[in-house]
């Protein structure tokens, strides 16, 4: 049995997809298990750059399946924008994408509602592509899922409900006009049967995919300080990024997990509101951003940039169950004299042993910090672990020993190969 997850132990933004991408080589399927539009996965592979939102970044290499679970929400005019681009790029994605057919999808008035909602005073900082109010549907019983668009009679009475609701709040809370159910059928017409090849009738394929012996890969969006139950509330994204969200995203057990993977930078970034304890608000934090191009792969945004904070991350690998670490973007620190780690947070002048989940307090906490001598030569591209310069191997060593995880990848450069496995 071969079942390995990947998971973002940050902020979101950690190098996921290069990673996935890296660990494609030895799958048959990779399985994307929550998230929307919203995520932003890069991927670069003989200096041609790939962004993928919502299909799977096994899509780059050839024969990986894909897998859309059910714990994403899927925008449709984003996923066949996406498979455009893929053509474009010479990428075969024939007979290579499933969805689940319990995936709910993405509708025209998530999206003004999400960006509606950013322009009020309870901004979150989202990227405005319908993702939440989309989750907000699902737990309402509101939403749609692809299976549902093949069958009429409920389209039209979930709709009737969902519409009735969105109105209401269309006349008296947003003040606009009202929509248009008929205008959103037609909408759900139009693509149902594009998008019919695609859907599975089967939502436990991916365990039976299991018991057949294939090797799965399970990739989350976003990071574990995002996860709606254990992230920075409500500075958080709406579903589950974490190990729980990966397993009912794809509708398999925790018996069939074989290894969890942490991915995490080598700093900290963040985008959008929300206690952030190491950020840099200086021209150090500027330097940290151009030098790792800290800008959204779906939004555009400047990130903000910080060091790199270990209550957090052992945080994330407390709640997740870490097995092994993947350290990415190593080489953005090369150029610094020295480097610092958080390893503790001060509250009211004393120390604190755990990392607070209330938004008041993590933004009170005073960040304590080990200082380390920075390496000052390049190491981008290096794949050999001894060929790194000693400062950068105490760095690492120092994380390990923090968390009493091991690190088994190093990411030294954006390019698939940059990259040491341990």
Same mark, same amino acid.
């Given at each position: 049995?071969?079942?390995?997850?990947?998971?973002?132990?940050?902020?979101?933004?950690?190098?996921?997809?290069?990673?996935?991408?890296?660990?494609?080589?030895?799958?048959?399927?990779?399985?994307?298990?929550?998230?929307?539009?919203?995520?932003?996965?890069?991927?670069?592979?003989?200096?041609? *750059?790939?962004?993928?939102?919502?299909?799977?970044?096994? $899509?780059?290499?050839?024969?990986?399946?894909?897998?859309?679970?059910?714990?994403?929400? +899927?925008?449709?005019?984003?996923?066949?924008?996406?498979?455009?681009? +893929?053509?474009?790029?010479?990428?075969?994605?024939?007979?290579?994408?499933?969805?689940?057919?319990? @995936? !709910?999808?993405?509708?025209?008035? !998530?999206?003004?509602?999400?960006?509606?909602?950013?322009?009020?005073?309870?901004?979150?900082?989202?990227?405005?592509?319908?993702?939440?109010?989309?989750?907000?549907?699902?737990? +309402?019983?509101?939403?749609?899922?692809? /299976?549902?668009?093949?069958?009429?009679?409920?389209?039209?009475?979930?709709?009737?409900?969902?519409?009735?609701? #969105?109105?209401? +709040?269309? *006349?008296?809370?947003?003040?606009?006009?009202?929509?248009?159910?008929?205008?959103?059928?037609?909408?759900?017409?139009?693509?149902?049967?594009?998008?019919? %090849?695609?859907?599975?009738?089967?939502?436990?394929?991916?365990?039976?995919?299991?018991?057949?012996?294939?090797?799965?890969?399970?990739?989350?969006? %976003?990071?574990?300080?995002?996860? $709606?139950? !254990?992230?920075?509330?409500?500075?958080?994204?709406?579903?589950?990024?974490?190990?729980?969200?990966?397993?009912?995203?794809?509708?398999?057990?925790?018996? %069939?997990?074989?290894?969890?993977?942490?991915? &995490?930078? &080598?700093?900290? @970034?963040?985008?959008?509101?929300?206690?952030?304890?190491?950020? =840099?608000?200086? #021209?150090?934090?500027?330097? /940290?951003?151009?030098?790792?191009?800290?800008?959204?792969?779906?939004?555009?945004?400047?990130?903000?940039?910080?060091? =790199?904070?270990?209550?957090?991350?052992?945080?994330?690998?407390?709640?997740?169950?870490?097995?092994?670490?993947?350290?990415?973007?190593?080489?953005?620190?090369?150029?610094?004299?020295?480097?610092? $780690?958080?390893?503790?947070?001060?509250?009211?002048?004393?120390? /604190?042993?755990?990392?607070?989940?209330?938004?008041? @307090?993590?933004?009170?906490?005073?960040?304590?910090?080990?200082?380390? *001598?920075?390496?000052?030569?390049?190491?981008?591209?290096?794949?050999?672990?001894?060929? =790194?310069?000693?400062?950068?191997? *105490?760095?690492?060593?120092?994380?390990?020993?923090?968390?009493? /995880?091991?690190?088994?990848?190093?990411? @030294?450069?954006?390019?698939?190969?940059?990259?040491?496995?341990?």
């Amino acid at each position: 049995m071969s079942v390995k997850v990947v998971i973002g132990s940050q902020w979101g933004d950690e190098g996921k997809g290069k990673i996935v991408d890296l660990l494609s080589e030895d799958v048959d399927v990779v399985v994307r298990y929550q998230g929307g539009a919203n995520a932003g996965h890069t991927i670069f592979v003989n200096g041609k *750059k790939f962004v993928l939102h919502l299909i799977p970044s096994g $899509i780059v290499r050839e024969k990986i399946l894909c897998i859309i679970g059910n714990g994403v929400v +899927l925008d449709p005019s984003a996923f066949f924008e996406e498979l455009e681009i +893929l053509k474009e790029n010479k990428i075969n994605t024939d007979n290579r994408i499933i969805i689940l057919p319990n @995936t !709910h999808l993405v509708l025209p008035f !998530h999206k003004i509602i999400d960006q509606l909602n950013e322009m009020g005073t309870g901004k979150i900082g989202t990227t405005g592509r319908g993702i939440g109010p989309a989750y907000t549907d699902k737990y +309402l019983r509101l939403g749609i899922r692809i /299976i549902d668009l093949y069958n009429d009679d409920y389209i039209h009475s979930i709709l009737q409900r969902n519409i009735e609701l #969105k109105n209401i +709040l269309a *006349k008296h809370y947003y003040k606009i006009d009202e929509f248009s159910i008929e205008i959103i059928k037609n909408y759900l017409f139009e693509i149902r049967g594009k998008i019919e %090849q695609f859907v599975s009738k089967d939502s436990t394929i991916v365990s039976k995919m299991i018991d057949e012996g294939k090797k799965i890969l399970l990739e989350g969006a %976003q990071g574990a300080l995002l996860d $709606i139950d !254990h992230g920075t509330y409500p500075y958080v994204t709406s579903s589950n990024p974490t190990i729980g969200g990966a397993l009912t995203g794809s509708g398999i057990s925790t018996k %069939q997990i074989s290894e969890i993977i942490g991915v &995490a930078k &080598a700093y900290c @970034t963040r985008v959008g509101e929300g206690p952030f304890p190491t950020e =840099l608000k200086n #021209k150090l934090g500027e330097k /940290i951003r151009n030098s790792g191009n800290e800008f959204g792969a779906t939004t555009g945004r400047p990130r903000r940039c910080g060091w =790199l904070d270990l209550p957090a991350l052992k945080y994330s690998a407390q709640i997740n169950g870490f097995d092994s670490i993947a350290i990415t973007k190593l080489d953005v620190l090369s150029e610094l004299d020295e480097i610092k $780690i958080c390893t503790g947070y001060k509250l009211n002048g004393e120390l /604190i042993n755990h990392f607070p989940v209330d938004t008041p @307090t993590l933004m009170k906490v005073e960040p304590v910090y080990e200082t380390f *001598k920075g390496w000052k030569n390049s190491i981008q591209g290096i794949r050999d672990y001894e060929d =790194l310069p000693a400062e950068a191997k *105490k760095y690492l060593e120092f994380i390990e020993d923090y968390l009493s /995880i091991k690190i088994k990848i190093i990411s @030294t450069g954006f390019e698939r190969n940059d990259t040491i496995i341990i």
